[in-house]
């Protein structure tokens, strides 16, 4: 007989009324036939799913009454020297991860149900972005995803949606997006999921060779050493701490693994405007994130200052 509920946690009803919707106006039927009172979370993937996206699809699980996860490679978010075209694509695997995930109903449009021929209107965070660390290495990607999220909003209309830390930029810049435009969706922001050796999950650790895979967890290790020198110096009673000190400390693991090709930023600032900041209170909260190149995978991270 087939157990109630299987190693992943999702039962034999889930696997039953799993649907995948691939055209706009199917899943305008199927979200309109949910009933009123169900909560609705929304995982948003551009696909290639590692275990950090599965660990969205668990708090949207705990969360929410039915969870919608889409699959949509976003062209607006990639620059135009960027690797939209050979971005890792696999919507049989992904289809079936998010399945046995738990998640109710997957809609994977196409590209022009989201992007029609004369599409001409975007969402732009205005001001500080661009002068931000991450916004201003890629000129328009945050146009690209507060646009495409805005639209996937829009169209499967979630109470709640659901978020990694890792780009914890994107998190800041969405929850700004939703408390400006008034849109009715409570934003999530879910723990960073790591490699054994630190690195975060991301589907752009599939370019890494395996010498530079071997590597890669530097990344982790170069902001945990910036973390313990902000702690280290708290712990001795300094009021804040200078974020060159705290750059340079992560610095310092960077320039001693040849395989960091070169280091794009390493950024120390306000958790909600990502704004540079010259110090972090001891009490406050700030935000360390850095961009680099291992061989000539572009990888990022962050962690919070506390």
Do not use: W
């Not at 609705?40 to 668990?58: E, F």
């Not at 660390?133 to 690209?144: I, K, L, M, Q, V």
């Not at 639209?151 to 914890?168: C, E, M, R, T, Y």
């Not at 975060?200 to 530079?212: D, G, H, K, P, W």
Request: glycine content about 8%; charged content about 25%; proline content about 5%.
């Amino acid at each position: 007989g087939v157990d109630a509920a299987d190693a992943c946690g999702s039962t034999v009803k889930q696997q039953e009324d799993f649907q995948l919707v691939t055209t706009l106006e199917d899943f305008a039927a199927v979200r309109r036939a949910l009933p009123a009172d169900a909560t609705v979370g929304l995982v948003p993937t551009m696909g290639a799913l590692h275990a950090g996206h599965l660990s969205l699809v668990t708090a949207a699980k705990q969360d929410c009454d039915v969870v919608v996860g889409t699959v949509f490679v976003n062209p607006a978010q990639f620059g135009p020297n960027e690797d939209f075209d050979r971005y890792p694509r696999s919507l049989d695997a992904d289809v079936e991860g998010l399945r046995d995930a738990g998640v109710d109903i997957i809609l994977a449009p196409p590209l022009e149900s989201m992007y029609r021929a004369k599409h001409r209107t975007f969402v732009v965070p205005e001001g500080i972005v661009e002068s931000t660390a991450e916004a201003g290495r890629r000129p328009g990607f945050f146009r690209g995803v507060c646009t495409v999220v805005a639209k996937l909003f829009n169209i499967v209309q979630p109470h709640k949606a659901f978020f990694g830390q890792k780009d914890g930029m994107q998190c800041s810049i969405v929850r700004n997006m939703v408390l400006d435009l008034n849109m009715p969706v409570q934003i999530c922001v879910c723990p960073t999921v790591r490699e054994a050796d630190g690195l975060a999950m991301s589907s752009r650790n599939q370019y890494l060779t395996a010498q530079e895979r071997a590597k890669a967890g530097v990344v982790y290790q170069g902001l945990r050493h910036g973390l313990d020198k902000f702690r280290g110096l708290a712990g001795q009673g300094f009021p804040a701490v200078e974020a060159g000190v705290i750059r340079a400390a992560v610095k310092a693991v960077y320039d001693a693994e040849p395989m960091v090709a070169e280091i794009e930023y390493i950024s120390v600032a306000d958790g909600d405007t990502f704004a540079e900041v010259e110090e972090v209170p001891v009490d406050g909260k700030a935000n360390l994130s850095t961009a680099v190149k291992v061989g000539k995978v572009r990888l990022i991270d962050n962690l919070i200052l506390e």
